[in-house]
């Protein structure tokens, strides 16, 4: 590399100058090409800068007109307009130390969104590979059906068709003998023991009670004018189921444990798994709950930008698991955004008890004081990753006397979103 030694002074106006052109009587550019680099020493301090190009001109008046425009950036270095011949470097722009800076700031914040996007798209692919497994179980889950116009039927359905029915009473076993509505839809179903009912003089006046824990029978039963449905709970329903008269190939028990271990293996696959949550099976039961971990990583107030990104991180996870469960929720963000994934910035609001409930941490602080100045009584209660039950917040709850109430995350269950009440906090 070529060494070009300076004086102090002349350095120091290279050091400061963004453009600089350097001549010389001295024969500086022999062996120096374009984007060569040059080592600038002012023999205690050295700075390499690359060459843009150099020149050579019969005098320094013919190099002035050389560089025309570019004259302004020529140091002369004390150089007299003899008829000398005269050489020298142009030296590539130096870039401003503030605009470098901001150069840095959006190749930064450029990089972040690649890799943010990256991780959006992988997170987005797992959780719709999980949720694709979840619904290739679920359609061969076996719901039950509850109808009931006087005489009392329950209805064993495989996605959308009957394979199975049973009396729940002897009216049923006297109307419904000989009915036949196995591999017929729900609403085909219905509308057969309805009429079938009518023509032996069954009182219809109220229409078809119809109950099951599948919300999804909703659907298919709402529109039929003369039916109502009524969704039931997990204990409801092996209750009724209890009630069978007159088949015994109905068998809840073993049709929920299969269900379920089959649906327990897809989530244990699935990466957030043991880290995000975690689930069990009890009394054939299944239960998915986040871990505790996880749930006080999510009620961590961020202290510098690191954990508040990190957090910011581990609830868009949160909000994929949400999305593996069928849990609604809203977000709130930037509209439009959801192009890119980025819709799901902030988790709003949770879908619970029939309603969006709003989430969130905090600390809630009471203090009393009396006329002496003196603490009367002081109370803290601290709650963090927690759903906020009631429809009204911290301030109104007190104005009003009403009772606040917050579930802490990791006591919802996420397969059906229900909790026990024993875990509910209440201020």
Not at 217 to 231: F, R
């Amino acid at each position: 590399m070529r060494k070009i030694i300076l004086d102090e002074q002349t350095f120091k106006i290279f050091k400061k100058k963004r453009r600089f052109i350097y001549a010389s009587y001295d024969n500086i550019i022999e062996n120096i090409n374009a984007k060569d680099k040059v080592l600038v020493s002012s023999g205690t301090k050295d700075k390499k800068r690359k060459v843009i190009k150099t020149y050579e001109a019969n005098n320094l008046d013919e190099l002035k007109n050389i560089l025309a425009k570019k004259t302004k950036y020529l140091y002369l270095n004390n150089l007299e307009n003899k008829q000398y011949k005269v050489y020298a470097i142009e030296f590539k722009k130096r870039l401003n130390i503030i605009f470098k800076i901001f150069l840095i700031f959006i190749l930064l914040i450029v990089l972040f969104g690649l890799f943010y996007l990256a991780r959006v798209q992988i997170r987005n692919y797992s959780t719709n590979k999980i949720i694709e497994e979840i619904n290739s179980v679920k359609e061969n889950e076996i719901s039950y059906v509850f109808i009931e116009i006087n005489p009392k039927i329950v209805l064993e359905v495989k996605g959308d068709v009957i394979i199975n029915q049973s009396c729940l009473n002897e009216d049923c076993l006297s109307v419904f003998n000989d009915i036949g509505i196995q591999n017929k839809s729900i609403e085909e179903a219905v509308d057969i023991l309805y009429n079938s009912a009518k023509e032996k003089g069954i009182d219809v006046t109220d229409g078809v009670k119809v109950s099951s824990t599948n919300t999804n029978i909703k659907e298919k039963v709402e529109n039929i004018e003369y039916s109502t449905y009524q969704n039931i709970n997990k204990e409801e329903e092996k209750e009724l189921i209890a009630e069978v008269i007159d088949n015994t190939s109905i068998n809840y028990t073993e049709n929920q444990k299969s269900y379920n271990e089959e649906l327990l293996e897809v989530y244990q696959s699935d990466s957030a798994y043991g880290d995000i949550y975690t689930c069990g099976i009890e009394n054939d039961e299944l239960s998915c709950y986040i871990t505790n971990e996880f749930y006080n990583i999510l009620g961590d107030d961020p202290s510098s930008l690191d954990s508040m990104l990190y957090q910011f991180d581990r609830i868009i996870e949160f909000m994929a698991v949400l999305d593996k469960f069928g849990i609604d929720y809203t977000t709130s963000g930037i509209e439009g955004a959801e192009i890119i994934g980025l819709d799901k910035i902030t988790l709003n609001k949770i879908y619970i008890n029939g309603d969006y409930r709003r989430w969130g941490n905090g600390t809630i602080g009471g203090t009393s004081i009396g006329n002496d100045g003196q603490i009367i009584g002081e109370n803290n209660f601290s709650y963090k990753a927690s759903i906020l039950l009631d429809d009204y917040d911290l301030g109104e709850a007190m104005l009003y006397n009403y009772d606040f109430h917050v579930l802490p995350l990791n006591k919802l269950n996420l397969i059906d979103s229900s909790y026990d009440e024993s875990d509910v906090i209440t201020f």
